[in-house]
C-alpha cells in the first residue's frame, strides 16, 4: 500500500508564523474562542476525488484570520486562508491525480490554525484497481494466404488486469490464452484458426476478452477467409501386381474445399491409367484403374509410380505401384521366425505389419505378393501402428517411437514420448496418438508429427486402447481394468484429441477391447457384445446384439463382400468363429491349422484376425500351445472365406 502523512510543525512555531503573516496588529481573540473544524475525517476515492471541509468560530460570531498550516501532498486545498466572521467558511478538499494513482491507501490531515486556537481534520484516500482493456484494432481478418492474425492487449488501466481469451468456434484459438498485466503493460495475442473444417468464405468469430476491468466483457469481431483448397488423396500407398495379375483399382479423394482439377500418369512403358484426368468436388472420389503389361515390364520384378498431379493443396501425390513374378501367400499356416507381440492390418495397402522383441523388428507382409520384408528397430516394441493407406507405420517403444517409412522399409525418425506406450493410433492426419501401459488415471499422449511436441490431453484409465472411425475423425477408448467400464469417443479433427461423448450405458454392457467393422459401422466389443456406430449422442454406441458363446474375444473382423464376421476368442474350441452379419447368427467354428512338433500336430490359439476387402481371404496370426514346447511357436494361417461357413 502506497501511504503519506502530514508533516504537523509544533503548534508553537504554526501560532508563531501565523502572528507573522497576519501581521503584529492583529487583535488578539478572547480566551475562550475556539477554532471548529467539519466533518470530523475526510475520505476520497477515485471515483470521488473532491470533498468540502468547513470552518466556524465559537462563540458565534467573533471573527478569526484562520489559515492551513500543513496538508498530505497529494491533496489540493482551497482557500487556504481567509477570515471567519459570522459565517461558515467552506474549503474545497480535492485530489485530482487519484485517478491516476496505483491502487492503494493515502492517509494524512488538515492542519488549520488562527488567533483563536487550532483544528485538524484526519484526510485518507482509497484508490480502487481499475484495469482497462485495450486492443490495437477493433476488428480483425485472418486472410487466405495464413492461419494467423495478431492483436496487442493492453492494460490502459490501473492496477493488475486479470484476462483470458475465448473463443465462439473451435476451430480459433488464442496464444496466450490467459494472464496478468501490470499498469500499462501490454502482450501479443496471437490468433490461430484451424480453417480445415470450415467451409469455403468469411467465417465470422467472436473473441471473448474475459477481465476483472470494470466496464465488463470486450468482444475483437474476428473475420477468418477460408479459401477454396482441394486436398488429393490415394487410398492406398502401393498397388502390389502378383503372378498373373495386370489391373488394380485404387480411389483418389479430394477431402478438401473446392474442386480439384487432376492428371494422373502411370509408370512409363508398362503401365496405364483411366480414367487419366478429371474433376473432382468436395467431398467426391474417382476410382482409378492401374493396368500393366507384364511382357514389357520384362520378366524380373519392376515398379514405378502412379503420380497424380493437381491443383490440391496438398500438392504431387503418388502411389507405388509393384510388378513381381511372386504368387501370393498360400494357403495353410506359414511359421514365422519370431514371436508376435502386436499387428495391424491395412486392407488398402494389402500389408500385415508385426513387431517382435526378440529380435527387435518390424516385419511387413505383402498377402498379395507374399513377400515378407523386415527393418531392425533400436528397442523392443510395445505395439504398432499403421495409416489407413500403409505409407508408415508408427511403433512404441518405452519412452520413444520410431516412424517407418514402409515403402522404403527405413526408420525416417525417432520421437520422445513420456509414456511406456500400450497402444497407438496412427490416422494419416499427421499426429499419433499413444495410449500408456502403466498407472493410473492417465492422459493420450498427442505427437506432432511435424514438429515432435508431444500434448496431454484427454482423462484415460492407463491400459486404454484406441480405435480409429471408419471416417479418420474420431477415436474411441475403451476404459479397461474398471468395473463397470465404458468407452470414451474423442474428436482427432483439429490434431490434440477433444472429448465428444461416453457410451449410453453405465454397468449394463461390457466392452473390454473394441474391433470396428470394415464399413465403421459396427464396434465388436472383447465382451462379444456388438454396437451401432454414429456421429449423433446417444445413438453412438447403442446396443446391436451378442456374438454367442464367443468367450473372450481376442481378435474380431467382417466382411461386407462375404457378409461375415470373423472372431478368435478363448472358447473351448480355439477356432475361427463365423458369424452371419446380417443378425448376428452363429454359422459354425473352423479348426485353425495345427503346428508340427516332435511328438506330432500342435494345436494353436488365435489372437488377430484380418479379412481382405475381396472377401476371399481370412488371416489369422496364431500361436502353437506352449506345451508343445516349440522354439517358433507363432504363424500366420490363411483361409480361404469361401470355404467357411
Do not use: C, H, W
Given at each position: 500500500m502506497a501511504e503519506a502523512r502530514a508533516r504537523v510543525r509544533p503548534w508553537s512555531a504554526l501560532l508563531l508564523a501565523c502572528t507573522l503573516s497576519c501581521g503584529g496588529d492583529s487583535p488578539t481573540a478572547p480566551a475562550d474562542t475556539e477554532l471548529l473544524a467539519a466533518p470530523s475525517q475526510v475520505v476520497l476515492t477515485d471515483s470521488q476525488t473532491v470533498d468540502t471541509v468547513y470552518l466556524s468560530a465559537k462563540p458565534q460570531g467573533i471573527s478569526l484570520e484562520w489559515k492551513l498550516a500543513s496538508k498530505p501532498d497529494w491533496l489540493t486545498v482551497s482557500p487556504s486562508s481567509g477570515t471567519i466572521r459570522s459565517d461558515i467558511v467552506t474549503i474545497t478538499v480535492s485530489a485530482p491525480q487519484l485517478a491516476t494513482m496505483e491502487p492503494g491507501q493515502l492517509f494524512g490531515r488538515l492542519e488549520f490554525i488562527a488567533n483563536g486556537g487550532t483544528a485538524s481534520v484526519?484526510?485518507?484516500?482509497?484508490v480502487q484497481p481499475n484495469p482497462v482493456v485495450r486492443l490495437s484494432s477493433a476488428t480483425v481478418t485472418i486472410p487466405e494466404t495464413t492461419d494467423t492474425a495478431r492483436v496487442t492487449l493492453t492494460n490502459a488501466g490501473r492496477g493488475a488486469l486479470n484476462w483470458s481469451a475465448t473463443s465462439s468456434a473451435a476451430g480459433l484459438t488464442s496464444s496466450p490464452g490467459s494472464g496478468t498485466l501490470a499498469t500499462g503493460a501490454s502482450t501479443v495475442l496471437t490468433l490461430v484458426a484451424k480453417k480445415g473444417p470450415m467451409p469455403v468464405g468469411t467465417a465470422?468469430?467472436?473473441?471473448?476478452?474475459?477481465?476483472?476491468?470494470?466496464?465488463?466483457?470486450?468482444?475483437?469481431?474476428?473475420?477468418?477467409?477460408?479459401?477454396?483448397a482441394p486436398v488429393a488423396t490415394l487410398s492406398t500407398a502401393r498397388l502390389v501386381f502378383p503372378a498373373g495379375v495386370t489391373s488394380r483399382t485404387l480411389w483418389l479423394r479430394n477431402p478438401g474445399k473446392g474442386d480439384l482439377h487432376w492428371s494422373a500418369t502411370a509408370p512409363s512403358g508398362w503401365g496405364a491409367v483411366t480414367p487419366g484426368s478429371g474433376t473432382l468436388t468436395v467431398g467426391d472420389s474417382a476410382l482409378l484403374t492401374v493396368a500393366v503389361d507384364r511382357a514389357a515390364a520384362g520378366s524380373t520384378d519392376v515398379s514405378g509410380n502412379l503420380d497424380i498431379a493437381s491443383d490440391a493443396l496438398n500438392g504431387p501425390v503418388s502411389a507405388l505401384v509393384e510388378v513381381t513374378s511372386a504368387a501370393g501367400l498360400s494357403l495353410g499356416l506359414t511359421v514365422l521366425d519370431y514371436r508376435v507381440v502386436d499387428a495391424e492390418y491395412s486392407a488398402s495397402a494389402g500389408i500385415i505389419a508385426t513387431v517382435s522383441d526378440n529380435p527387435a523388428?518390424?516385419?511387413?507382409?505383402?498377402?498379395?505378393?507374399?513377400r515378407t520384408s523386415s527393418v531392425a528397430l533400436a528397442l523392443p516394441p510395445g505395439c504398432v501402428a499403421l495409416e489407413p493407406d500403409g505409407r508408415y507405420a508408427a511403433v512404441c517403444h518405452n519412452g520413444y517411437m520410431?516412424?517407418?517409412?514402409?515403402?522404403?522399409?527405413?526408420?525416417?525418425?525417432?520421437?520422445?514420448?513420456?509414456?511406456?506406450?500400450?497402444?497407438?493410433?496412427?490416422p494419416g492426419n499427421g499426429w499419433l496418438y499413444v495410449f500408456p501401459r502403466h498407472d493410473q488415471w492417465?492422459?493420450?499422449?498427442?505427437?506432432?508429427?511435424?514438429?515432435?511436441?508431444?500434448?496431454?490431453?484427454?482423462?484415460?484409465?492407463?491400459g486404454a486402447l484406441g480405435r480409429l472411425n471408419r471416417a479418420g475423425t474420431a477415436i474411441y477408448v475403451p476404459t479397461m481394468g474398471l468395473s463397470p467400464s465404458s468407452v470414451d469417443k474423442y474428436s482427432i479433427t483439429n490434431g490434440v484429441v477433444q472429448s465428444l461423448w461416453s457410451s449410453p450405458y453405465w454397468g449394463e454392457h461390457s466392452y473390454g477391447n473394441l474391433w470396428l467393422s470394415e464399413d465403421g459401422g459396427r464396434i465388436y466389443a472383447a465382451s462379444g457384445e456388438v454396437f451401432w456406430t454414429a456421429d449423433v449422442r446417444g445413438q453412438d454406441m447403442s446396443y446391436a446384439g451378442a456374438l454367442a458363446g464367443s468367450g473372450t474375444v481376442f481378435g474380431?473382423?467382417?466382411?461386407?463382400?462375404?457378409?461375415?464376421?470373423?472372431?478368435?476368442?478363448?472358447d473351448n474350441s480355439h477356432g475361427l468363429r463365423v458369424y452371419d452379419t446380417q443378425y448376428l447368427a452363429f454359422r459354425g467354428v473352423v479348426p485353425l491349422p495345427q503346428?508340427?512338433?516332435?511328438?506330432?500336430?500342435?494345436?494353436?490359439?488365435?489372437?488377430?484376425v484380418f479379412a481382405n476387402p475381396a472377401g476371399d481371404r481370412v488371416y489369422v496370426l496364431e500361436r502353437a500351445d506352449p506345451s508343445g514346447g516349440l522354439a517358433h511357436d507363432w504363424g500366420l494361417a490363411v483361409l480361404d472365406a469361401g470355404a467357411l461357413p
Open positions: 484526519p484526510v485518507g484516500a482509497v465470422k468469430v467472436n473473441v471473448t476478452i474475459k477481465s476483472n476491468q470494470r466496464a465488463g466483457d470486450v468482444t475483437l469481431p474476428v473475420s477468418i477467409v477460408v479459401p477454396a523388428k518390424l516385419t511387413v507382409i505383402d498377402v498379395e505378393s507374399g520410431s516412424y517407418v517409412n514402409l515403402l522404403t522399409m527405413q526408420v525416417e525418425r525417432t520421437y520422445a514420448v513420456t509414456t511406456d506406450a500400450l497402444d497407438a493410433v496412427l492417465e492422459s493420450i499422449r498427442n505427437i506432432n508429427l511435424s514438429t515432435g511436441v508431444e500434448t496431454r490431453a484427454g482423462t484415460i484409465y492407463a474380431a473382423t467382417d466382411s461386407r463382400e462375404r457378409g461375415r464376421a470373423y472372431v478368435v476368442s478363448n503346428f508340427t512338433g516332435g511328438s506330432g500336430p500342435i494345436s494353436a490359439q488365435g489372437y488377430f
